[in-house]
Nanobody, 124 residues
Framework: QVQLVESGGGLVQPGGSLKLSCAAS????????MGWFRQAPGKEREFVAA????????NYANSVKGRFTISRDNAKNTVYLQMNSLKAEDTAVYYC?????????????????WGRGTQVTVSS
C-alpha cells in the first residue's frame, strides 16, 4: 500500500497556472505508474493524466492535452501536474493515484491507492 498526499491546489483566474504535487510513501515509488484524476461537483471522477514508472511515457485526457503536463521525480517520490491556460471547466477536486503496473495506463481499475484530493477552482 502507498500513501499519497496532494498539495498545490487553490483559486486561480481563467488563463492562469497551478502546479500540483503528490508526495508518496510506503512503497517503492519508482516501480509503478502514477496518475491524476479529477471530480467536479455532480460529475463522476475522470482521468486527467498518467505517467509510466520511468517518466518516459505519458497519456492525457483530450480536454487537457496541450495545457497540462505530468512529470515525476523518483528521487523525491513525487509526481507533479503542471496546469496552464486554466479554464472554468477545470474546476474540480484533483486526486493523485498510484497504479499497480509500471506502464502508463488510464484505466481506473489499474489504480489502487488514492490521495484525499486537492481543490482547484478557476474563477474570476
Amino acid at each position: 500500500q502507498v500513501q499519497l498526499v496532494e498539495s498545490g491546489g487553490g483559486l486561480v483566474q481563467p488563463g492562469g497556472s497551478l502546479k500540483l504535487s503528490c508526495a508518496a510513501s510506503g512503497r517503492t515509488f519508482s516501480n509503478y505508474a502514477m496518475g491524476w484524476f479529477r471530480q467536479a461537483p455532480g460529475k463522476e471522477r475522470e482521468f486527467v493524466a498518467a505517467i509510466s514508472w520511468d517518466g518516459i511515457s505519458t497519456n492525457y485526457a483530450n480536454s487537457v492535452k496541450g495545457r497540462f503536463t505530468i512529470s515525476r521525480d523518483n528521487a523525491k517520490n513525487t509526481v507533479y501536474l503542471q496546469m496552464n491556460s486554466l479554464k472554468a471547466e477545470d474546476t474540480a477536486v484533483y486526486y493523485c493515484a498510484a497504479a499497480i503496473i509500471p506502464i502508463v495506463t488510464r484505466r481506473t481499475a489499474d489504480f489502487r491507492s488514492w490521495g484525499r484530493g486537492t481543490q482547484v477552482t478557476v474563477s474570476s
